[in-house]
């Protein structure tokens, strides 16, 4: 069970993670445009900066649930590293107990303010782009990942149990 | 319970928190919650975690750091950084510690472009950290170059920093850029320096090859002419004024991509590998982001920063005595937040009893920048240190933090110069502006 | 027991807004209530400093005195952002008392759940650039400028020109590096920002204004004792807003004497060249009311008319 729902939420993180570096490669290729056409016709694109802000927030909130699911949020692993492994694996659930209400935190009090913004009808400043697009990738990025942290967390309890060998030491 | 009490419970709690393997980024985040919780009530919470990890984000200056980690990844896996260190290896790898300097060089030359640390940081770290892997470097010195370097980007103008600092206390930007320059190339001496002292006494951990004859080193500039030629293009073109560093980021990362591409070095599935790892370095940044921003909104309404600066203001002690335990105090506090935000919070407190006590405020802001510029290296807390850890396997917090400390010896070297010969920071702006 | 008040703004603590007015205010709603109210001042970088937070905060009663910028967030406010359409009006005084005047009629719905202490705007700002003079509308062509709002983006675009968005403080660097030509600004914020060491050129348009508003959370202020809203009243409305023409004229004397000492050259617009760029801009600020009105503000047209004969009575 845990097994599947891991390798499910494995490949889903990654394939939300390339959608946030294709906004990025997007953001990449629009500015370099933006210069091109300046140095060629002294005209750049128009809201330059409104495109790259929206794409910077969908590459950033994106990518954190992957950054979750390949462990790659920096923690330090001092004192888990004498634990025995029982103990390791306890801490490691309280960890990402914090993370998903943390996490989860966001999406919940995020989701208020976005509707918020969306019936003022709050657009950005150049192009007028509706602020609720830019809130998309937030409320997505921020629930995924708390759905991660439920499965890291998951992982962990037959260790908690058996007080088998935990996975840690690959971790950083 | 008074708010500075609260405040000093939630600093034990975040150490707590880290020690025993929380996320960082989450660490800061809870206990910046919770804290706010207990000072503010539950309505300010709740605005806060509805705005500020949206806010945190937001901001257009922040795109390049994405945009050169992007570039920093197509340069590791095209190859372009092994050329690069190739050729620098040609040249120096028969020092002890040679590539570590040449990385400090790097360093600096990408500071003078990009006025952020995290920036410098992250793109050094893809294209240094495996190169001086694979030259049998010690982890703990290769990650403490790259940590340290970093912090360039805004010791050498221009940086952020520095203009927030010259708006909030008036002060004119030129004259804090000029100032900034000769004590951000000492910076980048004194790293050297450290490197050297360091290898000297243990030669293993930046090993010395043997030296290379001059047809090796051509053959070695030969093959590192098309990155000299997109790394020229980004410098050389931010400094003619053609494109901002954020345009630069993008333009680079192109440029190695198409470099890649040509060198026949990119198969979709390693351009796919590319867009992982930039994603985790990503994600794992602006998570610490945001986690930093909800913990400043609690430490700041705790009142303590500006409380512990009041409280050394009216001890009435010798300007020197009172500068070093302010910088003490900084290198502190530097150890939780972020530099920003330390100068944001403090300044208004700082400003005026520096110049009560007669300090010069230009010299002073080159001592403050340079001061929250420490923060960025020592641990536990340290965002320079954080992004090598993201982007290195394996590497522990425990070994990068020894490899540090031979720089943080370096940098109070500088601080004690800087205050000793005032003249560092002010005969540049006095010679050009006067 | 004291009654804390929280009052935030997004400028930076070292600004006139918060030494000469906020501040001042503060001390003074302090005294006159004999102790009874005390407050403290969230400035730019601090938890409560966000510019695009201001409005939202303020009305959730996060904190309980707020100083925003009209335009932030963007379409929040659009009967207030008429004021900041292109050449409108030349004076802070005048737009000032013009805002104040047509706010319980047009623009009070926007407040709703607020209690309104003042609005008023700068004095208008100034096409700033570097290398090269701009003295009609042809020489904009080809240029790129920093703006500071959509409305002038839009005016720059019209006059041929490439609108940069960048955040204030990163005007300096971007055009020592010339990668903006110019930027418009008031000459308050030339000072702010330093950007005279940078600049070589200066046409006074009187181009444009920013709007600000100076709001009380509503429930907050209705649960302040009788004496303390007494105060307050006295100390906000119209002898509040009459203050800012005068303010905004003494802040705006060291951006002006920064230019004056370096020599840069200064052109100033005469009244029949201002109103040759308001009509050549005429489609612009009609293509904006327009827009408005699509988006529902079904009055912006009347709004626009109305700002217009109040601001001519006020700059006789
Ligand atoms: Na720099
Ligand atoms: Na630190």
Sequence with gaps: ?172 | MSSSLIGLLAFAALFGLIAIRVPIAIAMGVVGAVGGLAINGFDSVAFIMGSVPFESIFPYSLSVIPLFILMGVFSAKAGLSRALYDAAHAFIGHYKGGLAMATVGACAAFGAICGSSLATAATMCRVAMPEMRRRNYDDGLASATIAAGGTLGVLIPPSVIMVIYAILTEQSIGRLFAAALIPGLLATVLYMVAIKIKTARNPEQGPADERVNWPERIVAMINVWPVMVLFGVVIGGIYAGWFSPTEAAAIGAIGAFLLALFKRQLSFKTFLDCLDETASTTGMIFLILIGTAVFNYFVETTGLPQSLVASVGELGWDPYVILILLIVFYVVLGCFMDALSMILLTLPFIYPLITSLGFDPIWFGVIMVSVVEVGLITPPVGMNLFIIMAGTPGLKLQTISRGVISFLFADVARLALLILFPALSLWLPALLMD | ETIELKLSHFLPSSHPTQKEFLEPWAKELEERTNGQVKVSIFPAGSAFGHVAKQYDQVKAGVVDISHGLTGFPRGRLPRTLIMDLPFLTKSSDAASRTLWDLYPEYLAQEYAGLKVLALHAHNPGLIHTRGKQVKSMEDLKGMRLRAPSAAISMMLKQLGATPVGLPPTQVYENLQKGVIDGNVFPYEAVHGFKLSEVLDYHLDAKAYTTSFYFVMNEKKYNALPADVRTVIDDMSGESLVAKFGPWWNSWDKPGLADIENKGNPIVTLSDTQREEWRVALQPTTDGYIKGLEEKGVTNAREIYDAAVKTIAKYEQ
């Design chain 1, 1 to 172: 069970m845990i097994d599947l729902l891991k390798k499910r939420l494995t490949s889903t993180t990654r394939y939300v993670a390339w959608l946030g570096m294709f906004f990025l490669l997007a953001a990449m290729i629009i500015t370099t445009v933006d210069v091109v056409l300046r140095k060629v016709d002294n005209q750049g694109i128009y809201g330059t900066i409104d495109l790259i802000q929206l794409m910077i927030v969908s590459a950033a909130y994106l990518s954190i649930p992957h950054a979750f699911m390949t462990k790659s949020h920096v923690s330090v692993s001092i004192l888990s590293d004498m634990m025995a492994p029982r103990y390791a694996a306890l801490s490691q659930v309280l960890a990402t107990f914090l993370s998903f209400c943390f996490m989860l935190a966001i999406a919940w009090f995020g989701y208020a303010q976005a509707q918020m913004q969306s019936e003022y009808g709050d657009i950005s400043i150049t192009l007028g782009i509706p602020m609720i697009y830019y809130w998309v990738p937030v409320l997505l990025g921020s629930a995924l990942s708390a759905a991660v942290t439920v499965c890291i967390a998951a992982e962990q309890f037959p260790i908690i149990l058996n007080g088998g060998p935990t996975m840690l030491s690959q971790d950083k």
